[in-house]
C-alpha cells in the first residue's frame, strides 16, 4: 500500500515538473499564491481540495459569464462544465441573473411555503411522466437520500440495490463501489451492488425479498469506461421490478432537461416510480427534486393527523428545501429552455457530436489512447481507450489534460464536456484548436 502511494507522489512531483505545468503555473501566479495562503488559513475548497482529484495547478475565479471563467490573474477560459453541469445556457444568463434580482429582496429564504415553489413543482409534473407529486431538495445528493427513504418506507426494508460505478452523490449508502469518492468510509452493507449485465435481473430476483428499491442514472450507451445499459436493458428492469413489487428510482440529477425537456427515457416509454433532479433545474444555485408516483409519494406528506404520522409517514427534510431566490433562478432557467427547446438541444446535439469527433481525430493523429463519446446528445465524455500513458495513475491522459488544456485557455476538469449556446462557433473552434495544442504538448512533454 505505502509503496503505491510512494508511486503517486512520483508521479505528482514528475507531473508537477512538466514544461506545461511550470507554464501554467508562472501564468495563474495569484491564483497559486491566494491557494497557498488559503491552505495555511484552513480553508478548504471542494473542487480544489478533494482527495485524489485535486489538480495539478489551481484555478480561482474572480468571475464568470457566458462561456468564460476569468481567473485572479486575469487569465480567459473558455468553461467545458459550466458550474459543474447546473447550466446549459452559460453562467449567468440575462434570465436567471434577473429573476434572481428581482426575487432578492422579498426575502432571502422564507422558510415557509411560498408560490415560486410550487409554480415550480407544478413545472417538473407537467413535463416528467413518472411525477403525479414533487418535492423539493437542496442538492442531487438529497433528492437520492428522499427518494431512498420513500423507497424504504414503501417497503418496509432497509436494503437498496445500485449499479456498479455509477454515481448518486455522497451519501455512504450509494458510494460502496466508488473508490475515488468513498475513500474513507466504512463500506455500508444495506447496499447490494449490481452489474450492468442481464447478470443483474438474477441478482435482483435473488434478493427481491429484501429489497427496498433499486436507483439507476437513466443512461442510454456509452463506451468505456461506463458498462453498456441499453434501451432493452431499461425495459426489462422496469418490467422486472413491477413484477416484484420493487421501487425503481431514475437518478436524473444530471441528464434531467439536459438533452430533451423532461425525463431522459420518458420518450421511450420507460417509467420509473421515483426520479430525482437537480443542476439544470436550479439554474445554478442549490436545488433539486423528488418527484413520482402519488401512491409513494404521498408517504412523504402528512395524514393531517400528527400521531398518524409518526407510525405512516416519513419527513422529507431539509433547511433549504424550496430555497426561495433558487426556486427563482431555476423556473427562469426552465421557462427559458422550454421556450426555445428547438434552438437549444439541437444546437447542443450537433456541437457536441462535432467536437467528439474532432477530439477524436486529434488523438488519432497524436496517438494518444483518447477516444470522445457523445452521451445521449448533451455530454461529450473524453475518456482512455484501454492502457492510460505510461507511467498510469496521475499521469492518465484525461488528468494531465486537464493542466494542457488550461495552457491552453480551456478549462476541463475531466468530466463531460458540456457546450451550450453561449459556445459560440467561434469558441468551439478555439476549443478544438486547444486539445490539438494540448495533445501535442502531452506527446512532446512525456516523450
Ligand atoms: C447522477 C448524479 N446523481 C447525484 C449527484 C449528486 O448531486 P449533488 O452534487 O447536487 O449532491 C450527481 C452530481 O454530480 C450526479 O451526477
Known amino acids: 500500500m505505502a509503496a503505491d502511494f510512494e508511486g503517486l507522489e512520483s508521479q505528482l512531483t514528475l507531473a508537477r515538473a512538466l514544461p506545461t505545468t511550470k507554464r501554467v503555473v508562472a501564468k495563474q501566479q495569484k491564483t497559486c499564491a491566494e491557494n497557498l495562503r488559503r491552505r495555511a488559513a484552513g480553508s478548504m475548497t471542494f473542487s480544489l481540495d478533494t482527495p485524489g482529484r485535486a489538480p495539478l495547478v489551481p484555478m480561482i475565479i474572480d468571475h464568470a459569464s457566458g462561456c468564460k471563467l476569468h481567473d485572479l490573474d486575469g487569465n480567459e477560459f473558455i468553461d467545458l462544465h459550466l458550474g459543474f ?66 423507497a424504504r418506507a414503501t417497503r418496509g426494508r432497509r436494503k437498496i440495490a445500485k449499479f456498479n460505478q455509477q454515481y448518486h452523490g455522497h451519501d455512504g449508502d450509494v458510494l460502496v463501489d466508488l473508490t475515488e469518492f468513498g475513500l474513507g468510509i466504512p463500506r455500508s452493507d444495506h447496499t447490494l451492488v449490481l452489474p450492468g449485465t442481464a447478470e443483474a435481473f438474477d441478482l435482483i430476483r435473488q434478493h427481491a425479498d429484501d429489497l427496498a428499491g433499486i436507483v439507476i442514472e437513466p443512461a442510454p450507451p456509452v463506451r468505456n469506461p461506463l458498462p453498456f445499459y441499453d434501451l432493452a436493458f431499461f425495459r426489462e428492469l ?26 431522459t427515457l420518458d420518450d421511450q416509454g420507460i417509467v420509473p416510480d421515483l426520479a430525482c433532479f437537480g443542476k439544470i433545474i436550479g ?23 400528527a400521531l398518524r404520522d409518526h407510525s405512516d409517514r416519513v419527513p422529507l427534510m431539509a433547511t433549504y428545501s424550496g430555497n426561495r431566490i433558487a426556486c427563482a433562478a431555476g423556473l427562469a432557467q426552465l421557462k427559458h429552455i422550454k421556450q426555445h427547446q428547438d434552438e437549444i438541444y ?41 492502457a492510460a500513458i505510461p507511467p498510469a495513475g496521475p499521469m492518465h491522459p484525461a488528468m494531465l489534460l486537464q493542466t ?23 469558441d468551439l473552434e478555439r476549443v478544438s484548436a486547444a486539445f490539438k495544442a494540448a495533445m501535442a504538448d502531452l506527446v512532446k512533454d512525456l516523450a
Open 85 to 150: 453541469w447546473t447550466g446549459i445556457i452559460g453562467h449567468s444568463p440575462g434570465v436567471v441573473a434577473e429573476a434572481i434580482k428581482r426575487e432578492v429582496d422579498r426575502g432571502t429564504n422564507v422558510g415557509v411555503g411560498h408560490t415560486l415553489e410550487i409554480e415550480l413543482c407544478e413545472l417538473l409534473i407537467e413535463h416528467i411522466e413518472c411525477a403525479e407529486m414533487c418535492c423539493l431538495a437542496v442538492s442531487g445528493t438529497s433528492a437520492v437520500m428522499h427518494a431512498l427513504k420513500l
Open 238 to 263: 422496469r418490467r422486472l421490478t413491477a413484477e416484484l413489487g420493487i421501487v425503481l428510482i431514475f437518478d436524473e440529477v444530471l441528464r434531467g432537461f439536459r438533452s430533451r425537456f423532461g425525463a
Open 283 to 305: 439554474g445554478g444555485l442549490p436545488l433539486a427534486a423528488v418527484v413520482g408516483r402519488r401512491a409513494i409519494m404521498e408517504l412523504g406528506r402528512t395524514t393531517g393527523n
Open 346 to 386: 439541437p444546437y447542443i446535439k450537433e456541437k457536441s457530436h462535432w467536437l467528439s469527433s474532432e477530439i477524436n481525430s486529434h488523438a488519432i493523429e497524436h496517438q494518444l489512447p483518447i477516444v470522445a463519446d457523445v452521451m445521449d446528445g448533451g455530454l461529450v465524455v473524453v475518456h482512455k481507450t484501454s
Open 404 to 426: 494542457y488544456l488550461r495552457d491552453q485557455g480551456c478549462y476541463f476538469n475531466g468530466g463531460p464536456i458540456q457546450i451550450s449556446p453561449a459556445h459560440r462557433p467561434s
